[in-house]
């Protein structure tokens, strides 16, 4: 994600580890849909994000992206969110079993998608490219998060403390490209994006134990098949289904949460490639 912040801006015990040590690694009864819903959310609005982004690169609107809190706070709200998924998806994987050579298949992917950005950034932006974004930060987070996925309700204060400490502590030691990726920076350094492993992992793992928490204690609240159709269910149960969405937009965002990665990568192109191509059509050069 970009830009942002200076100039940046994508309790439960140890239940699936007991599960796995009983060799008997069992299937969800059904989707967690409602976490696939949340992630194409958060990309719906990513998306919507960057096309304003990318007109006031063009220069069609006026806003800046970098001081206005007004896309500031999104950035923040939005980043968050994916990086609350991240640490939900890998509650999941935990208590699904998932093996390491899984997690790594993936990780490898999401390793190379960074790659293409910072190559691509360093194309478009020679000055400011990216070389600790979102793909980069979750990449680091996913293996922490992955290690330390049965330390249980400690995940909570660790994240608090995650987020607080780059308001603690800062040394110039960190404001290399080499070392930013930290977050114990003295200043934002001057790129497209940046999401260090400090504060952010604290969201990361905040994700990850609040998934967990629900895994344990309240599973059927990630799934919308869990939701009775009956007249007994309770008003709660009543409440959540007349909140959801149309069918149709549902299966959107499921679909839409179940290929991030596919939509991270390629929606910007997309974008950027058709405004550049209305602008040239339409004759609405830049002032």
């Not at 998306?47 to 896309?71: G, M, Q, S, V």
């Not at 990361?204 to 098949?225: D, K, P």
Request: net charge positive.
């Amino acid at each position: 994600m970009r830009p942002g912040n200076g100039k940046a801006i994508s309790p439960s015990g140890d239940f699936g580890a007991a599960r796995q040590a009983r060799g008997t690694p069992q299937p969800l009864q059904a989707r967690l849909d409602r976490l696939d819903a949340l992630r194409g959310f958060a990309l719906v609005w990513m998306a919507t994000f960057h096309f304003c982004f990318d007109l006031a690169n063009e220069r069609l609107i006026d806003a800046n992206f970098y001081t206005d809190l007004l896309w500031t706070t999104q950035r923040t709200c939005i980043l968050s969110l994916f990086l609350l998924c991240a640490g939900a998806g890998q509650a999941v994987a935990t208590d699904q079993g998932q093996s390491w050579a899984r997690f790594w298949r993936r990780w490898a992917q999401i390793v190379g998608c960074a790659a293409l950005v910072s190559a691509g950034s360093a194309f478009m932006f020679p000055q400011s490219w990216i070389s600790f974004g979102v793909l980069h930060g979750m990449a680091v987070m996913l293996i922490v998060a992955r290690l330390t996925a049965g330390w249980g309700a400690w995940l909570w204060p660790l994240g608090g403390l995650a987020l607080l400490l780059p308001q603690l502590v800062a040394d110039p030691l960190f404001d290399t490209r080499l070392t930013n990726w930290v977050g114990l920076v003295t200043h934002k350094p001057i790129t497209e994006d940046f999401v260090p492993v400090l504060p952010w992992l604290g969201v990361m793992w905040w994700g990850l134990a609040g998934t967990r928490w629900l895994l344990a204690h309240r599973r059927h609240w990630l799934s919308s098949g869990s939701l009775p159709h009956t007249a007994g269910a309770t008003s709660g149960h009543n409440v959540a289904r007349a909140a959801m969405p149309s069918p149709r937009v549902w299966r959107l965002l499921t679909t839409l949460g179940r290929w991030s990665l596919t939509f991270y990568m390629v929606h910007q192109p997309v974008l950027i490639g058709g405004l550049m191509a209305w602008v040239q059509l339409s004759g609405h050069a830049r002032p």
